[in-house]
Structure formats: C-alpha cells, structure tokens
C-alpha cells in the first residue's frame, strides 16, 4: 500500500527525529513534517521524489542535515522558513520549473549555491531574518525573479566590505535582470557604492525598499531608474543629500532620516516633482513648502466647492506635524467629511513629519453622493495612532499645520468653484451693505453713519477671512 502513497503528514509529531530513507515512495506528492521541534536531518532519498509537488518541512528548529541535492521537477511548494540550524540551501541538479515562491525567513543559511538559478520557474523570494553576511550573487542570475525580500542578519549593524563584492561579482558574471521589479533590501548595510550598481543590475525596478542601511547620499544616477515608482529609505539615518530623483517617482519615504540636510528636503518639496503626479510623500521637514497657497493651523481645514462633483483629482495636501512627536513613530489617516458626512478615508501611513499626498490615488477610498448643486462644505482631518500602540492619538495634539494646493491644470475653471473662505457668510455681507443703502438713502448727509456702517463692514470681512476661512 505505501507505494502508491500520495500523501505523508508527519506536522508536530514532536518525537520524530529523523526523517528516514523513502525513496521506494515514488508516487508521493504532498510530504510534510512541520513543526517538529526535534527532528534533526531529512534523509537525502527525499531530495529525488520524481512526483512530489510539496515538501513542508517549516519551523523545525533543529534540523541540521537537508538533503545536500535535489531533484524534484514536480516541486511547486517547498517550506523552509523558521528552519534556524539549517546552514545549507541545497544544490539544484537539473532544472526545476514548477517552484514559484521560495520562503526561507528565519533560516541559519548562509548562502546560495549558483546552482540556485536553476530554479528557473521562481519569481517571488523571501530572505529575511536569516544568518547572511552578504547579499547572494546568485539572484542576479535569476531568470523570471520578479519579487526579492532580502534582510540581513548575520553581521547586522556594521559595514561589511564583502558585500561590495557580492554585487560586483554580480555584474562580472551575469547580466543585468530584466524582471526584477521589486526589491526590498533592508538592513543590508549597503553602502554607496550600491546606486551605480544597482542601476546597472536592476534597471527596469519598480520598486525599491531599502530601509536600515548606512548610505549617505542617493545620488544623480537614480535617475536612471526610468521605472521606479517607489522608493523608501526610512531609519536610514546616515543619510544626507539627495541629489536626484528618479522621473517616475510618485512614492517617497524617507521616515526617521534624522541626518537629511534641509537643502536636501527642499528638493523633495519642488513643485516640480509632485505637478502632473499623485505624488505620496513622507520626510522630515519644518515647514510647508510656498506653493501650497492655503493653509490652516492645527489639525484640519476647511474649504468650499460648487457642484455636484467633488473635485478630489485637483487637490494636493500637505500635513505638518509638531517636531516634538516623531517617536514613537506615527500612523496617520487622511479623512474628508462633505456637509457633514465622511465620504473618503486614505490607508494609514507611517508619518515622518511632513506628508504630502494627493486626494487622487487609487489607495484612498472616494464614495460619491449626491451633493446639491449650490456651495459644499469640506472639512479634511486625519485620525493618528501611535505604531503598535492601539488607542487614537488626539490629532489637536500633534497637528501643526495643514495645506492645500489646487492642481489648475486638471481644469481651467477649477478656481471659480473653490472657496477658502464661506462664500455664504460673504454673501450674508453683501445683503447687510445692500440693506444698509436702502435702510439709509441719503447716507452722504450722514457722514459719521457712513463710516460707521463702513467700518462694520471692514470688520466683519477681515475676522471672517482671518479666523473663520
């Protein structure tokens, strides 16, 4: 009966030790031992099963011995991570086309044989939280990786000379990766020397997480990411300059980059840069850039638009935290009410403390009454919660300033239909002037009465343009 076996579940068995010869198995499929906490060494019989499609052997803390080759071209799925003696990925002997993600978070492997590329099928892998000095040169020769997590741990938090290397033996033994599009290096204690390689070995990258490490400066050769839509680099806090910035860019985070030059923020605050963009960033910063032509003090404000649409596709804003609040760090989320009513709610966010985003964005969410044809109230605010805390923050307490600027070229008559100061109450002032005239046809013999009613008048409009707008 067991050679027609398709199935073998072994998960928990916490007396299980070794895993023992099964190559007269051959028609096996599915093989798992995960979470046994004793098991020590898989035999290498189960590194040769021509039918298997899953083999799970996920949160053994002590398994040692893997089978040193393998040779499953039926493999689609197989479960390492949370394997943390395990040292050794194994080889690959012939080309295996079916695995498609490889998760090994929290291994004790310490590299990848080159052998590793002949997992020609895989396109999404995981290599965090494991025992690495060094970035494996081997991704380079991946043929269809489209997804790469990568945190080191082996040497985290200091300078390793040998992982210039690993990339240049990239560059000298494979060419450029064509697919790679997202790639998160975090805590890889890169230094600046990686942008010029990295341009030249991920050129078509989308996205490009590199949080943790110890560069100083993005330099002028970012450009060349002509692809790049996202770009973080939060808690790299050696950074200084910004020299460039890549012509897609749309995201940006540069959250507790303590180091960043205030010459280097102005260049994240160019118009430029956001105009014809739904730009999402997020940097220190003490000030609101100019061209963000109305602002309020405090948590939230307030604006008018007419008619039925809400012109959410024109509108910029720009949150602006105390200076004082950045730690623990901030999540923030965007909120707008419409007479009353909320309507639209953005993702929350990790907050540096500036944030620029436009109302736009696919990643806010936009319900769309029916709003009467007259004059419409908005009131934008944001909800803020402490990261891993739970409970609201009070965003009176740590809101500064918020602005907003009006994309013009998303309609010519944009301005004519948006107010920032109560176009009712303004009207209220005209019919008190009318009503005066009339209540007082012959005000030129009253000249104290005119200046009186004039005064008013002054009055009024200044404090509800002042406090009220």
């Known amino acids: 009966m067991l050679i027609s076996l398709k199935v073998l579940n ?34 290498s019989s189960v590194g040769f099963l021509p039918k298997l499609k899953i083999l799970n052997a996920e949160n053994c803390p002590q398994l040692r011995s893997f089978p040193p080759v393998i040779n499953l071209p039926s493999l689609k799925t197989l479960g390492l991570s949370g394997c943390s003696s395990l040292e050794k990925f194994p080889e690959i002997q012939e080309e295996m086309k079916n695995l498609e993600e490889l998760d090994l978070f929290g291994t004790g492997i310490k ?16 290599l965090e939280e494991n025992e ?24 985290k938090g200091r300078v390793s000379g040998e992982q210039e290397e690993g990339f240049h033996g990239i560059l000298t033994h494979s060419l450029p990766s064509s697919h790679m599009q997202s790639l998160f290096l975090t805590n890889c204690n890169l230094s600046d020397d990686f942008f010029p390689l990295a341009v ?19 330099p002028e050769c970012i450009q060349q990411f002509r692809f ?36 280097s923020t102005s260049v994240l605050l160019n118009q430029q840069v956001h105009e014809g963009r739904s730009t999402h960033f997020v940097m220190p910063g003490g000030r609101i850039p100019r061209w963000f032509e109305w602002r309020s003090r405090g948590a939230s404000i307030s604006f008018w638009f007419r008619g039925t649409i809400f012109p959410y596709k024109s509108l910029c804003v720009a949150i602006l935290l105390k200076h004082d609040i950045l730690s623990p760090p901030l999540q923030v989320k965007p909120t707008v009410t419409i007479n009353g009513n909320q309507v639209q709610f953005g993702r929350y966010g990790l ?35 402490y990261k891993g805390f739970e409970g609201k923050v009070p965003s009176e307490s740590i809101g500064k300033e918020i602005g907003m600027h009006v994309w013009k070229e998303e309609s010519s008559s944009i301005m004519e239909d948006i107010r920032f100061t109560d176009p009712y109450k303004m009207t209220q002032l005209i019919i008190m002037m009318i009503m005066l005239s009339i209540a007082f046809p012959n005000h030129k013999n009253h000249p104290l009465l005119l200046q009186t009613c004039i005064g008013l008048w002054t009055l009024l409009f200044l404090t509800h343009t002042l406090f009220l707008g």
């Open 10 to 43: 072994f998960d928990y068995s916490n007396s299980l030790k070794e895993i023992p010869d099964v190559s007269n198995l051959e028609t096996l499929e599915e093989f798992s031992f995960e979470g046994c906490s004793n098991l020590v060494s898989v035999h």
């Open 111 to 126: 590299d990848l044989p080159c052998s590793f590329c002949n997992l020609s099928g895989l396109w999404l892998l995981y």
């Open 132 to 155: 690495m000095y060094r970035i494996p040169s081997v991704i380079g020769m991946m043929p269809s990786l489209f997804i790469c997590k990568i945190e080191l741990g082996g040497n």
């Open 200 to 218: 030249a070995w991920f050129p078509n990258v989308i996205s490009l997480v590199l949080g943790g490490n110890n560069f100083t400066i993005l």
């Open 228 to 263: 790049l839509v996202v770009l973080n680099v939060d808690d790299c806090e050696h950074l200084r300059e910004i020299r460039g910035i890549p012509p897609c860019l749309t995201d940006f985070s540069a959250v507790n980059c303590k180091s960043l030059s205030p010459r």
């Open 351 to 385: 907050m540096g403390q500036l944030f620029i985003f436009n109302l736009k964005r696919d990643d806010y969410y936009y319900e769309a009454p029916h709003f009467k044809r007259g004059w419409n109230h908005v009131k934008l605010s944001y909800e803020a919660y």
